[in-house]
């Protein structure tokens, strides 16, 4: 059995960080980040530790700091002697010393240069990373920030790349959709528990709608505000849309659509006219209609459609806020 390590090509490596095989070769050149040995001396061929190195390179600049720095200090944690071009990092990794870049291709358009580390990270499917700059981007800004110019922005190029390019990216768009939920997720965890005096508000995708992610951040948004929220998921069925609505009494109900086939205005109908409580004093629910699917057809009384998850936060605190009792929510004795 051969003691040779396992060493795989400059192109493989390329594919599995997610950078072109150009940026290796220019790595290597300018600041010696290449791989210790080469077959036959000629042929580059990475061993583990190698690959363990361009990692940590890559790590480093998707968090800022400039390349020859990112050469010097994952040379020195690999043990391996500093090249010209590297340069000897002080201190830890710098957040103001990011620069301009393409997120590897992705089609960001306006999001802030600070950010795009997301996007590289995400075409290497560099989980650990993804995890720590969400986490890192909440805290500093904000759920709705992060939100609004970063997460949703990078998903949107995320999913461009995979129509132009098939399903090469549909890797790409499943880990870093499972990465926001978990951050989300995060932000419901750590929230404060909702006040029980104030009704929850109910968060469901119309029957055939799989994407949930809008409505994780919508939840996240709530539990920040201390506003109490029930998320009944993709596709959730009419039937059971109704059952839920009759059983909580929620002070609203937001039905997110995706895409014009899944927006189901008889359904949002529904569930305006759904009234609730004892005889006499019945109300009903404030119905969001959320999501680029319903178009831009007017709502009916009783139906709002907010243009963005800022817009939706403040138009449910404003509602949850409200008296209960007002001519327009309250039945008719008798």
Not at 37 to 63: F, K, N, Q, V
Not at 84 to 94: D, F, K, R, Y
Not at 180 to 205: F, H, K, N, Y
Not at 245 to 266: E, I, N
Request: charged share 20%; aromatic share 4%; with cysteine.
């Amino acid at each position: 059995m051969s003691d040779t390590p396992y060493r795989i090509t400059t192109g493989a490596v390329a594919r599995r960080l997610g950078v072109a095989p150009s940026t290796l070769r220019s790595w290597e050149r300018r600041y010696g980040i290449g791989p210790a040995a080469r077959e036959d001396g000629r042929h580059r061929r990475w061993a583990p530790a190698d690959i363990a190195m361009l990692e940590d390179m890559c790590r480093l600049t998707t968090s800022g700091v400039p390349p020859a720095e990112a050469a010097g200090a994952a040379l020195t944690r690999a043990g391996r002697p500093l090249a010209a071009g590297a340069a000897l990092v002080s201190a830890g990794p710098s957040r103001a010393a990011r620069s301009p870049g393409s997120g590897n291709g992705l089609p960001l358009g306006d999001v802030r240069h600070e950010f795009r580390g997301l996007a590289r990270a995400a075409v290497r499917l560099d989980g650990p990373t993804m995890d720590e700059l969400l986490a890192e981007l909440v805290a500093a800004h904000g759920l709705v920030t992060a939100w609004e110019q970063v997460m949703a922005p990078t998903l949107h190029a995320v999913g461009r790349k995979w129509e132009a390019f098939g399903d090469r990216y549909v890797e790409v768009e499943h880990l870093l959709s499972w990465h926001i939920s978990t951050a989300l997720r995060c932000v419901v965890a750590g929230a404060p528990p909702g006040g029980r005096e104030t009704a929850p508000v109910l968060l469901a995708c119309v029957p055939g709608e799989q994407h949930t992610l809008s409505l994780e951040a919508l939840a996240a948004g709530l539990a920040e505000a201390g506003l109490p929220a029930r998320m009944l998921g993709a596709a959730l069925p009419a039937e059971a849309l109704d059952a839920a609505v009759r059983r909580v009494g929620p002070s609203a109900v937001v039905l997110w659509s995706q895409s014009r086939h899944t927006a189901d205005h008889v359904l949002a109908r529904h569930v305006v006219h759904t009234r609730f409580g004892v005889k006499g004093a019945r109300i009903r629910p404030l119905v969001l209609a959320a999501g680029p699917g319903w178009g831009n057809r007017a709502p009916e009384r009783g139906v709002v459609r907010p243009g963005g998850l800022r817009e939706a936060l403040d138009l449910l605190a404003r509602h949850c806020a409200a008296p209960s009792d007002t001519g327009d929510a309250r039945e008719a004795a008798g």
